[in-house]
């Protein structure tokens, strides 16, 4: 069998060392056409009056729907692994976000 039989239908995928070390983030923002979905990463933190998008991923509509049903395969392995994830909820963030008060 040669190379090219044996790695049929299999993706070579490289992963750049920058990109290995990921970006946090506390915050997306998902906003969609007809054609695309956008979906921005963000963090902010409490303090700083200006957030950065810090990653902006561009999906078509069959990708963003398969990320969501990856997403929620995922995250019911982890359930079951670590228990159920708490979802606190959270105020919304106003859009002057960053320090009020006065010293």
């Not at 060392?17 to 990921?22: I, L, P």
């Not at 990463?41 to 991923?57: D, E, H, L, Q, T």
């Amino acid at each position: 069998m040669n190379d090219n039989e044996n790695k049929q239908g299999q993706i070579n995928i490289e992963l750049d060392e920058n990109v290995a070390d990921g970006t946090y983030s506390n915050l997306a923002i998902i906003n969609h056409s007809v054609s695309e979905f956008i979906v921005d990463f963000i963090n902010i933190m409490p303090g700083v009056p200006k957030a950065k998008v810090k990653s902006r991923i561009i999906l078509t509509p069959q990708h963003a729907k398969r990320l969501t049903k990856a997403l929620a395969d995922n995250v019911a392995k982890f359930e079951q692994i670590h228990g159920e994830i708490k979802d606190y909820e959270q105020p919304p963030i106003p859009l002057n976000f960053g320090p009020t008060g006065e010293a």
